[in-house]
């Protein structure tokens, strides 16, 4: 957007400031008969009603809508009032945010405009806030991604600094959760966005007053100011890191934001040197990798040529086929790319768990918790038209997204789906198959730099279960492998427990089936000394993931 333009309401915008997309309206910078030119769009004029809509739960109360604009003067229908005093990205951040906490979104760190849930999030934030806001330019997305995202990974050593400031710990046990998320949000600005403090102040004590009440408003004034005055005088308070292995892990772990039993297993496990590599990793913004459909006939070189014209810098991949992005994901959306089935968004890690598998033409592989399909679709483009793969998932909708996938990248006849329990499945059928894959459910501590609220929906004892399933899912796919044939067993963990241990355990329960190493399918610094596929994030800067492959003996 430039600097000085015309929102979708006819009104004339302030320049940005250099930190935020908020916007203050100027009335007075337009003349009225050029503000009569465009009519509003239907999202501001559908806000008639929603001053007397009831607040939902968290919310407290109806809106003060004491500083909307009326719509009148710039020549709208009467009743209407649009607030656009408050910045969208902070709404639309704040109302995700408490949907985030409420279990009932994700933070989606791929940018969700391309499939329209953009302008459902706006709907849901008049809904819920009571106010109106415009259509989300590219950079307010960018921006509540990049809050939303950061906010949640931050959220406990945020809460900690909360607390500290608050007057007493009951004013921040109490404390109502809309006014909690803009007060997250507001020390997220500040401490980690650099967004200079008079912006983040003022912006979110206007969204306190303007989705609560002017109470709240002084609330966050007075933490955010005292925020401001202990980071200039370099005096925030944090927990020292000292006492017994416990009390070091929790003070770590509010400094790094990760939950303590994650850290207590990162340092047991990896050291505390690594541990710490990892938390910083996971809490930096995360690179994103594209890889090229070859099955349309797709080169590196071609969707390197897109990426150019879309002035979206890229980095090449030790994979082929891949490319990555640190920034530019709306571009490539709106451009396409991903629609037309010209590329995968994928990262390296997962593209080398498939050239463990090293599918070859004329193969038969069954991938056997498939969806949403992102291995599939790149085993069947290595089969260069030969063989078969069958996608077997429990989840239907998750199956279906997969099967769409793969008729956008012209693989439907390669792939036919099988929607069934695998430990079922695996009794029933007498089918074997060349190839089998595992590619299991899993705790996902290899992706927390994408997937930022992850770490707060995982317990140890999440773990525990997930290693029975893990089991019985080898289990249950062993019995599907032919004689002779290979088992790839993978998982997106860097956990040794869900990883080396669970084949250490099944070549025990299956001496059928042996250790294979995988080298010679992935360039060396991928292979353990036992001879696993590990990637690793700091050493490797991808995601985490694991795989191993197992022979079955030929009779
Ligand atoms: C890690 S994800 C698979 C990701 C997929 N391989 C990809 O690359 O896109 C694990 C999958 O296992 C499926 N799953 C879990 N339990 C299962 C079971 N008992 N039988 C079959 N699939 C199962 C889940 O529905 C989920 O889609």
Same mark, same amino acid.
């Given at each position: 957007m430039s600097l000085r333009t015309q929102c979708a309401c006819s009104c004339m915008l302030q320049p940005y400031s250099a930190s935020s997309s908020s916007i203050t309206l100027s009335m007075r910078a337009t003349p009225t008969h050029q503000r009569r030119a465009r009519p509003p769009p239907p999202s501001c004029l559908a806000t008639r009603h929603l001053r007397r809509r009831r607040a939902p739960?968290?919310?407290?109360?109806?809106?003060?809508?004491?500083?909307?604009?009326?719509?009148?003067?710039?020549?709208?229908?009467?009743?209407?009032?649009?607030?656009?005093?408050?910045?969208?990205?902070?709404?639309?951040?704040?109302?995700?945010?408490?949907?985030?906490?409420?279990?009932?979104?994700?933070?989606?760190?791929?940018?969700?405009?391309?499939?329209?849930?953009?302008?459902?999030?706006?709907?849901?934030?008049?809904?819920?806030?009571?106010?109106?806001?415009?259509?989300?330019?590219?950079?307010?997305?960018?921006?509540?991604?990049?809050?939303?995202?950061?906010?949640?990974?931050?959220?406990?050593?945020?809460?900690?600094?909360?607390?500290?400031?608050?007057?007493?710990?009951?004013?921040f046990r109490e404390m109502e959760p809309l006014l909690l998320q803009i007060l997250r949000i507001g020390f997220f600005e500040i401490l980690k966005l650099d967004v200079p403090a008079y912006a983040a102040v003022d912006e979110n004590v206007r969204l306190a007053k303007v989705a609560l009440r002017p109470g709240a408003g002084n609330m966050v004034n007075a933490i955010l100011r005292k925020l401001v005055l202990l980071k200039e005088t370099d005096s925030l308070p944090l927990p020292k890191i000292e006492g017994d292995d416990r009390a070091q892990a929790r003070a770590l772990s509010i400094i790094y934001s990760?939950?303590?039993?994650?850290?207590?297993?990162?340092?047991?496990?990896?050291?505390?040197?690594?541990?710490?590599?990892?938390?910083?990793?996971?809490?930096?913004?995360?690179?994103? =990798?594209?890889?090229?459909?070859? =099955?349309?006939?797709?080169?590196?070189?071609?969707?390197?040529?897109?990426?150019?014209?879309?002035?979206v810098h890229y980095e090449e991949s030790i994979m082929d086929e891949f490319v990555r992005i640190r920034e530019g994901m709306q571009q490539v959306l709106k451009a396409g790319l991903l629609k037309d089935g010209i590329c995968a968004v994928q990262d390296e890690s997962a593209g080398l768990v498939v050239s463990v598998v090293d599918p070859q033409p004329g193969e038969t592989i069954v991938d056997c918790c498939a969806a949403p399909g992102g291995k599939t679709l790149f085993m069947a483009s290595r089969l260069s038209g030969e063989g078969k793969i069958w996608a077997l998932d429990i989840n239907k909708g998750r199956l279906r997204i997969l099967m769409d996938?793969?008729?956008?990248?012209?693989?439907?006849?390669?792939?036919?789906?099988?929607?069934?329990?695998?430990?079922?499945?695996?009794?029933?059928?007498?089918?074997?198959?060349?190839?089998?894959?595992?590619?299991?459910?899993?705790?996902?501590?290899?992706?927390?730099?994408?997937?930022?609220?992850?770490?707060?929906?995982?317990?140890?004892?999440?773990?525990?279960?997930?290693?029975?399933?893990?089991?019985?899912?080898?289990?249950?796919?062993?019995?599907?492998?032919?004689?002779?044939?290979?088992?790839?067993?993978?998982?997106?963990?860097?956990?040794?427990?869900?990883?080396?241990?669970?084949?250490?355990?099944?070549?025990?329960?299956?001496?059928?089936?042996?250790?294979? =190493?995988?080298?010679?399918?992935?360039?060396?610094?991928?292979?353990?000394?036992?001879?696993?596929?590990?990637?690793?994030p700091t050493k490797h800067s991808m995601d985490g993931a694991f795989a191993a492959r197992l022979v079955r003996s030929t009779h």
């Open positions: 739960a968290g919310i407290n109360r109806v809106p003060n809508l004491g500083s909307a604009v009326s719509t009148k003067k710039a020549g709208m229908s009467k009743d209407t009032f649009i607030n656009l005093d408050v910045s969208h990205h902070r709404a639309v951040a704040v109302v995700r945010l408490l949907r985030i906490e409420k279990g009932k979104a994700f933070v989606d760190l791929l940018n969700e405009k391309a499939n329209d849930s953009g302008d459902k999030e706006i709907g849901y934030v008049q809904r819920t806030l009571g106010f109106s806001t415009r259509y989300l330019e590219d950079r307010d997305i960018r921006l509540v991604t990049v809050i939303v995202a950061g906010t949640v990974r931050w959220k406990r050593y945020l809460d900690y600094l909360i607390m500290s400031l608050c007057s007493e710990e009951k004013v990760h939950p303590v039993w994650m850290v207590r297993r990162w340092i047991r496990f990896h050291g505390k040197d690594e541990a710490l590599r990892l938390m910083n990793w996971n809490n930096s913004d995360p690179h994103f =990798s594209l890889r090229v459909n070859t =099955s349309k006939g797709y080169t590196r070189a071609d969707l390197v040529k897109r990426l150019e014209s879309l002035q996938a793969a008729k956008l990248h012209g693989l439907d006849d390669m792939i036919t789906d099988i929607h069934a329990d695998l430990r079922l499945y695996a009794k029933e059928t007498t089918v074997k198959y060349d190839k089998v894959l595992l590619d299991a459910p899993c705790s996902g501590l290899g992706v927390l730099s994408k997937r930022a609220d992850l770490r707060w929906n995982r317990q140890f004892e999440n773990l525990e279960e997930l290693m029975c399933l893990q089991d019985e899912l080898l289990d249950s796919a062993s019995m599907l492998v032919k004689p002779g044939g290979i088992l790839i067993y993978s998982t997106c963990s860097i956990d040794p427990e869900e990883n080396e241990e669970r084949i250490t355990a099944f070549v025990q329960r299956h001496p059928e089936f042996a250790l294979q =190493s995988v080298c010679g399918y992935v360039p060396r610094e991928f292979i353990t000394d036992e001879g696993f596929y590990s990637s690793n």
